[in-house]
């Protein structure tokens, strides 16, 4: 692993990528040539029918090819699963694995069962997945226990591909918090192949500490990371330097983790400019990261404010999952 030049006991560098989510107009070769071409180590591969569409025919003939090429670039990559419309065209992230009608249940079920065959044919570090809106007229109660029941044939297929299934905390979503998170793995007993995704975003947004708290609070789980700026309260993915968050902090605590996996720009909505975000994101983090090599350590941050409740965090929802 390569450190910062003439420090001799400085920190494992982090591995950033980008997601395809924020490259929706570019094929994908030409995102992933893009992506190598700028220096970023790897790509988050969000399944969609731009870009390995995982419905269409031939789904293992056509991830071979991108295996080869992500080989041949040298990037890395993540499976994602927030494609807006990739089940179906009328409901945006529908079905979920929340939905009252077991067979939509299956549905999300059977998308991530594709994910993590292909994630394990790419050589992905994890499979993203989250949990879902609850159902009008469904209660809490209920709609953990589908999660539970839908997501349980997932983590199996998951433990036996060696990829681990990293679920994010989304704002507005039944598993919007670390602490929901927390529920969910004691609910299920702890299974070794469940992971967390943390969206450094979404702590600023909506979580009581600190995001370079939440990252330290997150290490032993944390098998995907989501990075962009944001605002307290505001489920908005913005460019860097456009929200709140102080990143030399966040990236201190991420390399002191250890973590090695991708650290990938989140802007899903910012395709009509994505290869300008794509070429000014990376430059904006290793600044940050070099900042965070050379600063003193600082004072821990007082808690934040409390943000809005669960199912009403922000006024312009936005992001990976729910926009």
């Known amino acids: 692993m390569s ?4 420090v001799p006991d400085a920190q494992p560098r982090l591995r950033f990528g980008y997601g395809t989510n924020g ?3 570019l094929r994908l070769d030409d995102a992933l040539a893009l992506l190598a071409d700028l220096g970023y180590d790897g790509v988050g591969l969000t399944l969609d029918h731009m870009h390995l569409d995982p419905l269409a025919p031939d789904l293992a003939t056509r ?3 991108v295996a080869q090429r992500l080989d041949e670039l040298g990037l890395g990559v993540t499976v994602e699963t927030g494609a807006r419309y990739v089940l179906d065209p009328r409901r945006k992230h529908g079905p979920s694995l929340l939905d009252p009608d077991a067979g939509g249940r299956a549905r999300r079920a059977d998308l991530l069962l594709r994910a993590v065959r292909v994630a394990a044919d790419l050589g ?3 499979v993203h997945c989250f949990s879902g809106v609850v159902p009008e007229g469904t209660d809490t109660d209920t709609a953990w226990k589908r999660l539970a029941e839908s997501i349980a044939p997932v983590l199996e297929a998951a433990a036996s591909a060696g990829v681990p299934l990293a679920v994010e905390p989304e704002p507005g979503h039944l598993l919007a918090t670390l602490a929901d998170f927390h529920h969910l793995r004691r609910t299920l007993g702890d299974p070794e192949p469940l992971g967390l995704t943390l969206d450094i975003g979404h702590c600023q947004c ?12 997150a290490a032993p789980w944390l098998r995907h990371v989501q990075i962009e700026d944001m605002r307290r309260g505001v489920h908005e993915h913005l460019p860097f330097g456009d929200g709140e968050i102080d990143f030399p902090p966040v990236l201190a605590a991420l ?26 994101s990376l430059p904006f983090l290793r600044r940050a990261e070099r900042s965070a090599a050379t600063e003193p350590p600082r004072p821990a941050p007082a808690r934040q ?7 009403a965090p922000s006024t312009a929802p936005q992001g990976s999952s729910t926009p």
């Open 206 to 217: 909506l979580e009581p500490r600190s995001p370079a708290d939440c990252v330290r609070d």
């Open 124 to 126: 992905a570090h994890a």
């Open 255 to 280: 390399a002191a983790t250890g973590y090695q996996g991708l650290t990938v720009v989140e802007l899903p909505r910012h395709s009509h400019a994505g290869p300008r975000h794509a070429e000014h």
């Open 3 to 6: 450190t910062e030049p003439g």
């Open 63 to 65: 991830t071979r090819k």
């Open 305 to 311: 404010q409390v943000a809005p409740p669960h199912g």
């Open 23 to 25: 490259l929706a107009d």
